[in-house]
């Protein structure tokens, strides 16, 4: 499965796309970040990211996005600008059809180092490895994203599973949106 | 002038539009909310967020956009949503290139009311008897919606005097985008 990792930000929106399967290697497709700049208006930064994230899924197609999951109890400033890039992201996939699953902070680097309170370096050093690449994709947010994409793709075989005994445990009932939701988010 | 208000929510977005200038009768062109299920993925909800603000858009063409400003010290579930409702209302604006300018709930307060700390039952009252409207509009948030446009168009004359002190106090430089900015946010 193809898979865009967003680490959302209003300054900085890192953006990864990774191609693999649980149990396989993995390939990188490609990595950046979208940027805004601080001193213009949230709406004029809002439309840049959302421009940048429109480019990302025309060019590469991704079958799901992964973004983080962001919480309240974080730094008060950066919150907000986190809230409202991560809106951005959830809505140009929701836009197009394609699904998108939220992984907080601690799932990711539990998924990719076996920790879930990993810093920032050990997280690069083992998308780095992950990924085979020659060094760790910079800034962090890049390398966050690209994260994301692989914890989303490791978490997948674990959460279709849940979603199919959910589903089994409520025979009477079609798949419901609700369902399917416990599963992606 | 002529403001389109949003009090953004996930579940309820207000929105109402006013048509006035400070110091003369004011006039509602409409009050309305956009509604999403709250048993849908967010990404979905924050789509019909942007169909239903775009459907409010065209049909009124406002020259500004007033949105409610989030702040991280509310309640920590809620907040997240509002954000991201807020987001998309000032992404749809943006994108169109109409001004967007946030206040808060305070500021919307006093100006309605003379109390920054008015409940929302004071807060209908005063929207209807500013309006001249039969009853208070329903529910709370068009009414929060209607009076964030009022709100708007009373203070704008001073922001605008604001904005241009501003401006005469750096001669060298041409006015940026973010001198304008710190009047219309």
Redesign the interface.
């Known amino acids: 499965m193809r898979v865009l990792g967003v680490d959302p930000g209003l300054t900085r929106c890192g953006v990864g796309v990774v191609e693999g399967v649980a149990g396989r290697p993995l390939a990188m497709l490609g990595v950046g970040v979208v940027r805004t700049p601080a001193?213009?208006?949230?709406?004029?930064r809002?439309?840049a990211i959302?421009q940048g994230i429109d480019a990302w899924l025309d060019e590469h197609r991704p079958e799901l996005v992964a973004v983080e999951r962001?919480?309240?109890?974080h730094n008060?400033?950066t919150?907000?600008g986190t809230?409202?890039?991560?809106?951005?992201a959830?809505?140009c996939?929701?836009?197009r059809g394609i699904p998108?699953a939220?992984h907080t902070p601690s799932e990711v680097k539990a998924a990719i180092t076996g920790s879930g309170r990993a810093d920032k370096t050990q997280v690069g050093a083992m998308v780095t490895r992950l990924l085979r690449l020659d060094a760790p994709p910079k800034p962090a947010d890049a390398a966050d994203a690209l994260a994301l994409a692989i914890c989303h793709i490791w978490r997948a075989p674990a959460l279709n599973r849940l979603q199919q005994a959910q589903a089994a445990a409520r025979p009477s009932r079609i798949p419901?949106?609700?369902s399917?939701?416990k599963v992606?988010?």
Do not use: H
């Open positions: 001193d213009a208006e949230t709406g004029q809002l439309v959302e962001v919480f309240a109890q008060v400033r919150v907000m809230a409202q890039a991560s809106a951005v959830m809505l996939a929701s836009r998108v939220l419901t949106t609700a399917v939701r992606t988010r």
